[in-house]
């Protein structure tokens, strides 16, 4: 029940919230026009609730996929044969009656209220309490690269820095994981800095989890500090702290919970000197690893604690929307670099979330994450509900906007009958998408997958 509860308050606040920020986009930018609006839905299909103002219906209806504005003279989805029953064709509220430019300032409306929303939230979370993995902004420096994964099969050493990937100059960790994550078993070049040369690396990331997700096994260069500590583990037993960074084991450097991880299988049960800075002071602890079980088939020595060290940022309200600015910048270049790519069937459609993700997703963030985490995460998906409805596909707001355009270049309309058949045709290509989505969706839930 707890969880069905989380699971509804989180919808309601990311797709309801979206939803409406879109629709009152379109709806303001209707009043403000002149164009009469007789319903303002969130959902689709029958009414269930709701109030009359003026000369608009306030709804809530069955189907919570989307919402609409019902504006005079024009359904739902634009479509031109389904006007108004009794419209005269000559009512100045109707939306046909308007000129094209004021039609296409209500069509890009939408869209633009829910990237103002994401703006506004990030800048917001950057203002008041940025919590980031360490080295997020900074220049990528490798610090460790996983054993059999792919930067280690690329030969990239601890203390690379990258310099170029793809077609991006001196990336920070943020941009080289947003190019990672959209590159499974896609060739990316790099040129890598090691001392005083430069290097030229083909890095293939693999495929990983149930998105299909490009994955190299590195981490950044960054302080191995101790942030988590299970209990009655040898770790806490034997007087390791929150906030000790560890230094050394036996006399060897070690900057990474993976090469722990990986010492500690070669000296199995045999106690292991940690060298540690705490409070600036040198420590020396000795602790025996104890074999744990991970999962049904894997053991593993260990310690027991966790170096996921984070930084928070509070930047002052210019900085912070400047920032904001160019996170959605970069992050609107990277969804439409992933588009492209599926559409080239690059990358697996199972990178692709639908709404049972979404809600899901957003009830584990009520429960269990911060309200900075929450809005970050609402930022993300307004601003791909934004990116999204401005394609140029007909139902969608972009296909609306490239037909006014066309049409503004042609001076006339564009045949109402050519219009109906692109409608129609979307519509089905929409449906299957959405199907195709959902299925993605109840796959990432099922057990083993």
Request: glycine content about 8%; some cysteine; hydrophobic content about 45%.
């Amino acid at each position: 029940m707890i969880s069905a509860f989380y699971t509804l308050v989180g919808a309601v606040l990311v797709l309801g919230v979206m939803i409406l920020v879109h629709e009152f986009g379109h709806f303001a930018a209707a009043k403000l026009l002149g164009v009469r609006v007789e319903v303002f839905s969130i959902g689709f299909g029958k009414r269930l609730l709701g109030f009359r103002r003026g000369e608009t219906d306030y709804r809530i209806s069955a189907l919570p996929l989307g919402g609409y504005v019902k504006m005079t003279g024009v359904n739902a989805v634009e479509m031109p044969e389904e006007r108004t029953e009794g419209a005269s064709g000559e009512d100045p509220g109707e939306f046909l009656k308007h000129p094209r430019w004021q039609r296409l300032i209500i069509a890009v409306a939408g869209p633009v209220a829910n990237l103002m929303l994401a703006v506004g939230l990030l800048t917001v979370v950057f203002a008041l309490h940025h919590e980031i993995p360490y080295g997020l902004y900074q220049p990528a420096v490798v610090g460790w690269c996983l054993p059999g994964f792919p930067a280690e099969q690329a030969g990239l050493k601890e203390g690379d820095q990258i310099v170029q990937i793809a077609n991006t100059q001196n990336p920070t960790w943020q941009d080289v994981h947003n190019k990672i994550l959209i590159s499974p078993n896609q060739p990316l070049p790099l040129r890598v800095k090691r001392g005083d040369e430069i290097l030229s690396i083909a890095l293939t990331p693999k495929a990983d989890g149930k998105q299909q997700t490009g994955e190299a096994g590195w981490l950044p260069r960054q302080p191995f500090i101790v942030t988590a500590l299970e209990k009655d583990m040898p770790g806490e037993q034997s007087g390791l702290k929150i906030g000790d960074e560890i230094v050394a084991v036996d006399g060897t450097p070690i900057r990474a919970t993976g090469a722990m991880q990986a010492y500690l299988q070669t000296t199995k049960d045999k106690p292991v000197h940690l060298e540690l800075l705490r409070q600036n002071e040198r420590v020396t602890l000795t602790v025996t690893p104890k074999l744990t079980q991970i999962d049904p088939q894997t053991k593993s020595y260990r310690i027991g604690f966790a170096s996921e060290p984070m930084q928070v940022e509070k930047l002052p309200v210019a900085e912070a929307f400047s920032r904001s600015v160019e996170e959605c910048r970069k992050l609107s270049g990277l969804i439409f670099d992933l588009i492209g790519r599926m559409a080239e069937r690059k990358v697996s459609m199972k990178q692709m979330s639908g709404p049972i993700e979404i809600v899901r997703v957003s009830g584990e963030m009520v429960h269990h994450r911060s309200a900075n985490d929450l809005m970050e995460f609402m930022a993300m998906i307004s601003l791909q509900l934004g990116l999204f409805n401005l394609l140029p596909i007909p139902i969608l707001d972009g296909g609306l906007i490239a037909m006014l355009l066309v049409e503004s270049v042609m001076r006339r309309d564009i045949n109402e009958a050519i219009k109906i058949r692109l409608y129609q045709a979307a519509f089905v290509c929409l449906v299957l998408f959405a199907g195709m989505v959902i299925f993605n969706d109840v796959v990432k839930m099922l057990p083993g997958q």
